[in-house]
């Protein structure tokens, strides 16, 4: 405001000096006018500063950090006051390096990160290590190495390649340790790529190549011992159906020559007793004999040669008969 006064008392003087000059005197009063009105306007909007999603602004006066703010309006002193964005998002930092296994081999990879800045320590960042990319270069990439190469230097290269989720999982566990300190969390590490020996890559092809051969051979044996199990159970079954019939029909035989033994005994018993009953009823009527005889004759008379021809029924008694 001071250097306001002195130029207002100048431009007066110089008004007043040229007042016999009223071309010069309206020409200078609009420079002034002018250069007022630019101040008031510069003035009043450095008055106001907007701080955008995802930030925080970090208010400076005279280059010094004093408070931050939050997304949204906020004033400043004019001229006197800035603000440094300081953004709060998830950022990827990449690098590639190279490393040793633990079988040392040498290996070049490449290793990324996710990092966020603790919006609460923004200004904290900024006040000891500057811009984020000053952080990133100064402190979050050379952590991510050291990381990295301990990490690779646990794991042989065929579990880098078998295995790559366990090496991730150290790197992790190594960055967070390292950057516990810092006012930013990191995580989500990967292992984009790992690039070894061209020896080493043909050895590991010819070496799955092997295997895979292998694999196959086994799959192969596998399936002739399934196929040939399959011939015996093919082949006991077939027997199991030969026999099972031969059973059935030895079974029918026999049960058929039970039943005719059984048939021709109860035949025999019934003829033993009809022979029976014959001699019973025989030995009670002697004359069921002559009986007998004399239904089944058909009328004609014997021809016997006893010299001539006569008719003589010839009894011969039984035992009962002389008694």
């Known amino acids: 405001m001071g250097i306001l006064k002195k130029t207002l008392a100048k431009s007066s003087k110089s008004i007043?000096?040229?007042a016999g000059s009223p071309g010069r005197s309206g020409l200078g009063t609009a420079t002034i006018i002018f250069m007022v009105g630019a101040f008031l306007l510069t003035a009043l909007w450095g008055f106001w500063f907007t701080v955008p999603e995802g930030h925080v602004g970090v208010v400076l006066r005279f280059s010094k950090a004093i408070h931050q703010e939050r997304p949204g309006l906020h004033t400043k002193v004019p001229l006197i006051d800035s603000?440094?964005?300081?953004?709060?998002?998830?950022?990827?930092s990449v690098e590639k390096l190279a490393a040793a296994t633990k079988n040392q081999l040498p290996a070049t990879a490449t290793v990324s990160i996710n990092w966020?800045?603790?919006?609460?320590?923004?200004?904290?960042?900024?006040q000891r290590y500057g811009s984020l990319e000053q952080f990133e270069e100064r402190i979050l990439d050379?952590?991510?190495r050291q990381a990295s190469k301990a990490a690779i230097s646990t794991f042989n290269a065929d579990e880098l390649i078998r295995n790559r989720n366990a090496a991730i999982g150290k790197i992790q566990e190594n960055i967070v340790a390292l950057m516990e300190a810092y006012p930013v969390t990191v995580h989500s590490p990967q292992i984009e790529n790992v690039d070894l020996p061209q020896q080493y890559m043909d050895a590991v092809l010819e070496k799955e190549?092997?295997?895979?051969?292998?694999?196959?051979?086994?799959y192969n044996l596998q399936r002739q011992k399934l196929e040939a199990q399959q011939k015996v159970q093919t082949a006991e079954a077939e027997r199991d159906a030969v026999k099972a019939t031969a059973d059935g029909q030895a079974y029918k035989v026999t049960v058929e020559a039970e039943a005719e033994a059984k048939a021709i005994r109860i035949r025999g018993q019934a003829e033993a007793s009809a022979v029976l009953a014959v001699q019973k009823a025989i030995s009670q009527n002697p004359l069921l004999i002559e009986y007998e005889r004399a239904k089944r004759w058909n009328g004609k008379m014997p021809s016997t040669m006893m010299g001539g021809s006569a008719n003589v029924l010839w009894s011969v008694p039984t035992s009962q008969a002389r008694n």
């Open 209 to 218: 190549k092997a295997r895979e051969a292998a694999a196959r051979e086994d």
């Open 83 to 92: 603000v440094q964005l300081i953004e709060v998002r998830e950022r990827k």
């Open 116 to 126: 966020t800045v603790q919006e609460t320590a923004a200004m904290t960042l900024y």
């Open 142 to 144: 050379p952590k991510l």
């Open 16 to 18: 007043s000096g040229s």
